[in-house]
């Protein structure tokens, strides 16, 4: 095809397009299509609305506006189709994220795949929906945050993975809740709908339901389904953290131990037996407070000392000369936690010349990171965060703790853009720091510290974006986001990941828009999360999902380019002056083009997967920045891809690629098909008993035309017909053209590929050969090379 010939296809099209678009405007005028509705408004929730309330929400509607509960209304299944539509796709993080930046029409065909429009009965959403939602000591996981809160975090987990179908699940319900109430802060307890997650539970290796797992070690529960029997069985896998103390070793544990004390006294000898209580309570305060018994029946003389013959006391501290104590009246665990917590110092009042005395010392490198936690005055949950605050000081032992109260210290919390309450800020070595965008409970504060403690992130405003970020020869890594968003808060975890594996290579920085607004919209941040590389000042956009494997690739990629960006003179120089031997492939976009982001991504793993082929070049020219030169090439919509191929000098001959399919795989088979191949075609059943009768190896692939995987699978083949060039012969068979073959080698799916050793004696092999079941380049080359050594050590 010659350019003139492009030209004319170009037109022509385009008046096709104009046609269509009009065919379409008449036919939205006789049939309205309501695509405008919010799916946040539908469901009444908010758009930070996490996945329990968005349950939740769903439930209450689907309990009401269910068919079988209003039978009387024909438009009943109608509205309870679109509250199911609006669930489906907020509850999935990339299609909510989709849903987010380009409403309803981004949804595509991936939504439709997902979405059938089925839902289950009344019944269902009454007693079966959401089992734990309303059990605030429950955590609901989905794949997310399991990997987040159990996969890496030392908390101790008992998590239940359930089938809300399931009857057993139902009947064990009222004692898993017991069991979260009676265990609450003592261990986590979790809950996993295998229905709404069965990808998380396959992982996890759940084929039946429930299955109760205790996490870290991931054992399996295989007790009765009491509440009692599971709470003693999990006590049972926890460490004994009371100490016993005597006359005999008081002096030497007291050395060993600075932390205050909690002591149980008990004067009859049957009462001094192991508390189930002191157990929970020991774990839920250790690092915070040493618990110890004293058996006063057999210790007198210590409890007279001590001054206590029986109850429980709270010592700030024991030595040979202050036994100073408080009474403690808690009947249970949960109680003697709450006061004792009461009794703790507070973490440090910090005041404008002590944080500046910190920083100075972080930026030094000679003050160990903190954790400040920033309030004002006469905020309803002081209480409550000061006590998670206390309890912070166990899980972060490495972390000094401090609060600051902005409404004293204004001015410091006006330069860290201080604005809700609480806020907890983690400063790192070095001088950097990141805000805590979570839970404000113990546990996720204590996760996000240890996180952020060995990355590389840090939070930015506008004194340091873009100033001192956007420079020569110091890439950066920005993450633009919104608290309110759930996909962002998905994000900043893979971010965190991501700065970990790369080290110093990168920095890493976040920037908060709901604060920096002004900032955001100056730099065209509309979506969130949008994430951009700055490499060299030129700005790179983040299109793939939320892992910090492809957030690694993707920096990759940009720091060493696989794919060839070309100037209108390099295009000149390289492209119109390109050989005959050559080939180029250009993807001709615009950034501002949804086809092209997407395209972006598979374009770079295209050009990873040609990087063997030196003849071949993977490009890329930008026709916003390079608007002249994609209109000399007639380039009038994106992407459009075109191969340069072999033979033809220049651009004199060009192909466009105008399948459907623009994954890296597709693009990889329509290239190959301009290439000359090195396998070698099987034309007849007496070439095919030739093969059996070689003492040479082959190896075959036995394909069908029509077969979409075969297509795929020839570029791999090739590659393994090159990779063992001189070692092995390669070829194919066409079983349509020679289902008589095929029928011999006992090929009854495609593709088939098989691996002949060679004849011994003239003798003909077996037509079945060895089979090779992977369609992956490497395998194959791997199993081949191993089968040669082996047979030439035999030989030997």
């Known amino acids: 095809m010659t350019i003139k010939d492009l030209h004319r296809k ?46 939740r929400a769903f439930k209450k509607l689907a309990i009401t506006l269910h068919p079988d509960k209003n039978q009387d209304d024909p438009e009943a299944h109608e509205k309870f189709l679109k509250i199911n539509k609006a669930y489906e796709v907020l509850k999935d993080e990339e299609m909510r994220k989709k849903y987010d930046l380009y409403g309803e029409e981004g949804l595509d065909d991936s939504h439709s ?59 064990l319900a009222p004692a898993w809740r017991a069991l979260a109430r009676d265990l609450e802060g003592v261990i986590r307890i979790g809950a996993v709908n295998c229905e709404e997650d069965w990808v998380l539970c396959r992982n996890e290796n759940i084929w039946s339901y429930p299955s109760l797992i205790l996490y870290p070690e991931k054992i399996k529960y295989q007790g009765s389904r009491e509440t009692e029997h599971m709470i003693e069985y999990v006590l049972k896998q926890l460490p004994n953290k009371i100490i016993k103390l005597a006359a005999s070793n008081i002096e030497t544990v007291i050395k060993k131990n600075t932390l205050p004390w909690l002591i149980s006294f008990c004067l009859e000898k049957k009462a001094c037996l192991f508390s189930e209580d002191l157990k929970k309570f020991s774990i839920m305060m250790d690092g915070l407070v040493n618990v110890a018994e004293i058996d006063c029946y057999d210790q007198k003389s210590l409890c007279e000392k001590l001054d206590m013959k029986s109850g429980i006391a709270f010592f700030p501290g024991l030595s040979s000369n202050d036994y100073k104590y408080q009474i403690v009246s808690g009947d249970d665990n949960k109680d003697l936690a709450h006061e004792v917590l009461q009794l703790l110092p507070d973490p440090l009042e910090i005041s404008r010349e002590k944080y500046q005395e910190i920083l100075k010392g972080l930026r030094e490198e000679t003050e160990s990171p903190w954790l400040i936690y920033f309030k004002k005055e006469n905020n309803a949950d002081d209480k409550s965060i000061s006590r998670e605050m206390k309890r912070l000081t166990a899980l972060l032992p490495d972390v000094k703790m401090g609060q600051l109260d902005c409404s004293v210290n204004s001015e410091t919390c006006k330069e860290l853009y201080v604005q809700k309450f609480p806020t907890f800020i983690v400063f790192k070595i070095g001088g950097s720091y990141e805000i805590h965008h979570g839970r404000a409970n113990s546990h996720d504060i204590a996760g996000f510290a240890r996180e952020s403690l060995i990355s590389q992130v840090e939070t930015l405003g506008p004194d ?43 920095r890493f920085g976040t920037v908060d828009c709901t604060i920096h607004s002004e900032l955001c919209s100056k730099y065209n941040i509309r979506n969130y999360p949008t994430t951009i590389l ?76 040609m990087l063997n082929d030196t003849e071949v070049h993977i ?69 095919f008993k030739d093969i059996l009768l070689d003492r040479k190896p082959w190896v075959i692939d036995f394909y069908a035309p029509w077969c979409g995987h075969c297509q795929t699978f020839a570029p791999e083949f090739e590659v393994v017909s090159k990779k063992l060039s001189g070692k092995v012969n390669a070829g194919k068979v066409n079983c349509d053209a020679l289902p008589n073959v095929c029928q011999e080698a006992g090929v009854s799916a495609y593709p088939t590929v098989r691996f002949y050793s060679g004849s011994t004696g003239g003798r003909h092999q077996n037509s079945f050969g060895q089979e090779i079941d992977s369609q992956r380049s490497e395998t194959i080359i791997d199993f081949i090379s191993n089968r040669i050594k082996k047979i030439q050590k035999d030989e030997l």
């Open 619 to 687: 490009a890329s020219v930008n026709c916003q920045t390079y608007k002249n030169l994609c209109q000399s090439q007639g380039v009038s919509s994106y992407p459009d891809i075109r191969l340069y191929p072999r033979g033809s000098q220049g651009i004199n001959t060009v192909s466009s690629y105008n399948n459907w399919n623009r994954d890296a795989v597709s693009l990889r088979a329509w290239i190959y098909s301009f290439l000359p191949s090195s396998v070698e075609s099987v034309t007849s059943q007496k070439a």
């Open 113 to 171: 795949s997902k979405w059938r429009g089925n839902f289950h009965s009344w019944k269902y959403y009454s007693e079966s929906f959401g089992i734990y939602d309303d059990d605030l000591e429950i955590i609901t996981l989905n794949k997310n945050e399991f990997e987040q809160s159990v996969h890496n975090s030392p908390d101790i987990w008992f998590v239940n993975f359930y089938s809300p179908q399931c009857s057993h699940c139902h009947q």
């Open 534 to 609: 700055y490499n060299d000042t030129y700005p790179h956009i983040y299109y793939g999902n939320h892992v910090h494997r492809e957030l690694i690739e993707f920096i990759q990629d940009i720091l060493s380019p696989p794919v060839i960006d070309l100037t209108p003179l390099l295009f000149s120089n390289l492209v119109e002056k390109k050989s005959t031997h050559e080939i180029w492939v250009i993807d001709y976009f615009a950034p501002w083009c949804r086809p092209c982001q997407q395209l972006s991504i598979q374009w770079r793993k295209l050009a990873k997967m």
């Open 464 to 506: 340091v974006f873009p100033t001192k970020i956007i420079v020569k020869n110091q890439p950066w890594l920005i993450d633009f986001f919104a608290p309110w968003c759930p996909p962002c808060m998905h994000l900043l975890p893979e971010v965190r990941k991501a700065s970990r594996i790369m080290g110093h290579k990168i």
């Open 10 to 55: 170009k037109n022509y099209m385009k008046g096709m397009y104009i046609n269509l678009l009009l065919f379409i405007f008449l036919i939205s005028k006789i049939v309205v299509v309501n695509s405008s509705e919010d799916y946040y408004e539908i469901l009444g929730i908010r758009k930070d609305a996490d996945n329990r309330e968005i349950r």
